[in-house]
């Protein structure tokens, strides 16, 4: 079995940078992409920012110039930096791997960024 441990949420200023981190541990075999979305109260949750394991990436245009995704493939990491919060970057962020058959979510780190 495969545990996506997440940490690096909190409470932000708009404006201000959080990072946040996410450690795929288990019964590994290969993850391909790693990503992060978020579900914001009453929304459905939503891709933020992906990258494969070769080192491609793709973000959603409302955080674009603002967020970066980055991978440590060697220890099945996913990082996500984001700079310049705003109000409505707020909302519950999961960590999401893809093995070859399954994929795999975290349990969620709460980012609340207040005006």
């Known amino acids: 079995q495969v545990q996506l441990v997440e940490s690096g949420g909190g409470l932000v200023q708009a404006g201000g940078s959080l990072r946040l981190s996410c450690a795929a541990t288990g019964n590994i075999f290969k993850i391909n992409d790693m990503g992060w979305y978020r579900q914001a109260p009453g929304k459905q949750r939503e891709l933020v920012a992906a990258?494969?394991?070769?080192?491609?990436?793709n973000y959603a245009d409302s955080v674009k110039g603002r967020f970066t995704i980055s991978r440590d493939n060697a220890k099945n990491t996913v990082f996500l930096q984001m700079n310049s919060l705003k109000p409505e970057d707020t909302a519950v962020y999961y960590c999401?791997?893809?093995?070859?058959?399954?994929?795999?979510w975290g349990q969620g780190t709460q980012v609340t960024v207040s005006s």
């Open positions: 990258a494969t394991s070769g080192g491609s990436t």
């Open positions: 999401k791997a893809d093995g070859i058959y399954v994929s795999y």
